[in-house]
């Protein structure tokens, strides 16, 4: 069975990239597309308070879950689009180890840091300043196939972009790229 394809978006709180997600499964058509985001996988942990160690600790065994989910789907021959935060090095360093790299389209989703302090307000449900502190740490690895950017573009004009681009992704893929300079060994 072939490895599904993965069209991973990486970007801040607020940056579009659920709005993009959700607009790439209305208009790709060319096989059925699965939307794992990181956001669907903390609101399924219990509510309950936590201290901030524990509260760490359960976050990142759920980013490792998510990395762990997306690689089983895709082995499994489902086309995905990931929608995720890469605002830790580790985070991104575990999505390459364990991820088909080739399969990977990597899309930089960016927006103009006072439009995402002023959506992070008008949202209410993320921690104030949240954007400015991931802000420069999540493209900090410098590498993608793709980038779009939410300030200019609409979430649909983003999505058409990505769907065009997808057929001719680049070989090596940015995932490759990174993989070889951040993990050494080739790709899967």
Not at 26 to 35: K, M, N, P, Q, S
Not at 44 to 62: H, I, N, P, Y
Not at 120 to 138: C, F, I, K, T
Request: aromatic fraction near 6%; hydrophobic fraction near 40%; glycine fraction near 6%.
């Amino acid at each position: 069975m072939a490895s599904g394809r993965i069209i991973f978006l990486n970007g801040t709180s607020s940056s579009g990239k659920s709005s993009i997600a959700r607009e790439l499964l209305a208009i790709l058509d060319d096989g059925v597309f699965f939307h794992m985001a990181v956001d669907t996988f903390n609101a399924m942990r219990s509510k309950r308070d936590l201290g901030a160690d524990e509260l760490d600790a359960a976050l990142r065994r759920t980013r490792m879950g998510l990395h762990r989910s997306i690689a089983a789907m895709a082995e499994a021959g489902n086309d995905i689009v990931v929608d995720h935060v890469l605002s830790e090095p580790w985070r991104l360093l575990d999505c390459l180890t364990l991820l088909p790299a080739e399969d990977v389209l990597f899309v930089g989703v960016r927006c103009p840091l006072d439009e995402l302090t002023r959506r992070e307000l008008a949202r209410g449900d993320r921690p104030s300043g949240l954007v400015a502190h991931q802000y420069e740490r999540v493209h900090s690895h410098g590498d993608y196939d793709l980038e779009c950017d939410t300030g200019t573009a609409s979430p649909r004009e983003c999505a058409q972009r990505i769907r065009d681009f997808l057929p001719h992704r680049p070989t090596p893929t940015a995932f490759t790229r990174l993989r070889l300079r951040h993990v050494g060994s080739p790709p899967r």
